[in-house]
């Protein structure tokens, strides 16, 4: 069986180009297909009519780091695959949603496939010193909830889904952070608990508006 593997790195200002040309393609279809092949990325997309085109190629050298390749079994020749897949549109905008936010946060980004489990991912590698508000826009507004782990190395913030969700249709987003971004860090024992976005949001506004920082104090899941 043939397969391929795809990886690329942009820098935060071909990040913004990127993000744009999602933008543009979002006003043709709600869904896009994502096809790396050996000389670049192509994004396309075509309205439900079938009245409106959209293609954008991205040369390989417009990336920092491009990495395509097709993997045969012994015994096999290889054969220039291409990795076509089909992404809903609204999955992927969250990532590159504001991009005065990325200009000012993010410092480059990496997109790979992972052919085990036909999972695309957005990795945003971002600069420290973030606002954690600015960090809460790279979930979809239909996030109801978010998990909040904590161990003494790292914090993470990451989409709460339920048991029987079907993974292969889903985004997740999931964000870490160092104790250094911290004014003040403290935890005695690993951690994890669920809230409603919505009202997480609300706070941060308020906080913001007001210049006054945030403190958070929990226990366990419940406490």
């Known amino acids: ?110 997109i790979y496939t992972n052919i085990n489990d036909h999972h695309i991912t957005f990795q945003l590698l971002c600069k420290h010193g973030r606002l954690l508000a600015d960090i809460m826009i790279h979930f979809p507004t239909s996030q109801e909830e978010v998990t909040l782990s904590v161990t003494p190395m790292k914090v993470c913030f990451k989409s709460y889904t339920e048991e029987d969700t079907d993974f292969s249709k889903t985004m997740l987003t999931e964000i870490r952070l160092n104790p250094e971004e911290f004014d003040y860090f403290h935890v005695g024992v690993d951690s994890e608990v669920t809230f409603c976005l919505k009202e997480l949001r609300g706070l941060l506004a308020f906080s913001e508006a007001t210049s006054v920082p945030i403190s958070v104090h929990f226990d366990v899941s419940g406490k």
């Open 1 to 110: 069986m043939e397969r391929v593997m795809f990886s690329t790195t942009l820098s935060v200002f071909f990040e913004t180009l990127f993000g744009r040309a999602i933008h543009a393609i979002a006003r043709i279809s709600d869904e896009f297909w994502f096809d790396p092949v050996e000389k670049g990325l192509a994004l396309r997309s075509v309205n439900s009519s079938r009245s409106a085109y959209a293609y954008v190629f991205f040369s390989s050298v417009f990336f920092q780091h491009y990495h395509w390749t097709a993997v045969s079994q012994p015994c096999q020749k290889e054969k220039q695959l291409s990795l076509p897949c089909k992404l809903i549109i609204k999955s992927v905008l969250p990532v590159f949603r504001c991009v005065n936010v990325l200009e000012r946060n993010v410092e480059k980004c990496s």
